[in-house]
DNA sequence: TGCTTGACATAAT
DNA sequence: CATTATGCCAAGC
């Protein structure tokens, strides 16, 4: 139904979904994207992103659960700044509790087939 | 048109 | 558990 735009679009799509508090991995936006194998996709659309785009990229982070590392020192600061503000809480090691914080895609119910739940 | 780089992930050591 | 090496695709020049 919507025609598979730029594959930039279609990441930040995904990322606009993560609910505040919330985060993802960049393994786990770029399967939702629908590019399995490409995380580092993931982060480079992100890093292409505009300044006053409403993505919330900062809810994205890497498969360690930690902010991940950019060209430009000091900016990790302020995403977890910004996790922080949403309600996210990093370790001692600045990681974040995946097991908690990871974002749970909606289940979207399958047209078809049992569902099993 | 073809080459290089890239906000990672995964497996192996 | 930490670090290293490889693989994946797309965008930019």
Same mark, same amino acid.
Not at 7 to 23: A, C, E, N, S
Not at 42 to 63: C, E, K, M, T
Not at 110 to 115: A, N, T
């Given at each position: ?19 505040? =508090? ?9 399967? %939702?994207? =629908? ?13 292409? %992103?505009?300044? =006053? ?11 360690? =659960? ?16 910004? %996790? ?34």
């Amino acid at each position: 139904v919507s025609a598979p735009q730029s594959g930039h679009q279609r990441i930040y799509r995904v990322v606009r979904q993560i609910p505040r =508090g919330k985060v993802a991995t960049y393994g786990q936006i770029a399967v %939702l994207a =629908g590019i399995p194998r490409q995380p580092r996709q993931v982060g480079y659309a992100l890093f292409a %992103l505009p300044g =006053g785009s409403d993505v919330p990229w900062q809810r994205v982070i890497n498969a360690k =659960g930690e902010v991940s590392r950019r060209s430009t020192p000091g900016v990790e600061g302020v995403q977890r700044a910004a %996790l922080e503000s949403e309600g996210v809480v990093f370790d001692g090691r600045g990681r974040v509790d995946l097991a908690r914080y990871q974002w749970r895609p909606a289940p979207r119910r399958s047209s078809r087939g049992p569902v099993r739940w």
